[in-house]
């Protein structure tokens, strides 16, 4: 996503000086928003909004299961719904307006999940997890509503290393930009789970890390959930014009608490 310039020379009183265009380039960076489970699209619009109006082509859309597909909500699985993302993906990808090489995934919760499970398969620029959850690998083409959700609720407690799950594994090979928002009081997604997967991106080009005060997992107040629109529109500003300034934008890695 770089930009292009032309020198070109202005007359001036029978003379020339010289002088450069510079634009955008032709094509967007793309931003593909994965809902988390038990949401929807609806949740994204808003913020796909605003990522757009930075000069992005932002795609929402319902995982199965989920909207007109709810019917299928008791049958889905983690395989079913990460060749949701996939498809989606790919979707954006072939928009004639995306630069493929400057996509950003963001996913929510269980979208989040998914999200980085896509890395290993597709080439992902930027990618902001809000409140990610984490799975066991078992189970994959189980129905995703009947996993064991005490044993969930236990495995999110302890530390998880990379080597011991696909979706750490994932992170610890991405070296993009990665922002981490973890909410103080969320029960289904505790600090130890976010942990793991801040602790596993060790190769990315920089990790931010924001915690909402007060927050829940679902952000149930509006001052979470302005809260993160401000994290999420604040660091897509600054990712998007970096990119546009042929990477001079970024600076070192972040790492904050």
């Not at 770089?2 to 265009?21: D, R, Y």
């Amino acid at each position: 996503m770089s930009t292009t310039s032309q020198s070109i020379e202005i007359n001036v009183q029978n003379e020339e000086i010289a002088g450069t265009f510079l634009a955008p380039g032709t094509q967007l960076p793309g931003v593909l928003f994965v809902h988390g489970w038990g949401s929807g699209q609806k949740g994204d619009l808003a913020r796909a909004r605003g990522v757009a109006a930075l000069g992005c082509v932002c795609l929402t859309f319902d995982l199965r299961g989920h909207a007109a597909t709810q019917a299928q909500h008791g049958r889905v699985s983690r395989e079913d719904n990460y060749r949701d993302v996939v498809a989606a993906y790919d979707m954006l990808a072939a928009h004639p307006s995306v630069d493929p090489e400057a996509i950003a995934i963001v996913g929510s919760s269980y979208g989040g999940y998914l999200a980085a499970l896509l890395t290993t398969h597709r080439p992902v620029k930027w990618l902001a997890l809000q409140v990610p959850a984490l799975y066991r690998d078992e189970h994959w083409t189980m129905p995703k509503g009947q996993l064991n959700r005490a044993d969930l609720t236990a495995y999110r407690q302890t530390h998880v290393l990379p080597q011991d799950n696909r979706a750490l594994r994932a992170c610890s090979a991405f070296r993009g930009d990665v922002l981490i928002v973890e909410s103080e009081h969320d029960t289904y997604v505790p600090h130890p789970a976010i942990m793991s997967y801040r602790a596993a991106f060790q190769q990315a080009h920089s990790l931010t890390h924001r915690i909402i005060d007060g927050a829940d997992h679902a952000l149930s107040t509006e001052a979470s959930q302005e809260a993160y629109t401000w994290i999420l529109l604040n660091w897509a500003t600054e990712m998007v014009s970096g990119a546009r300034l042929g990477g001079l934008g970024y600076g070192p890695p972040v790492l904050t608490g």
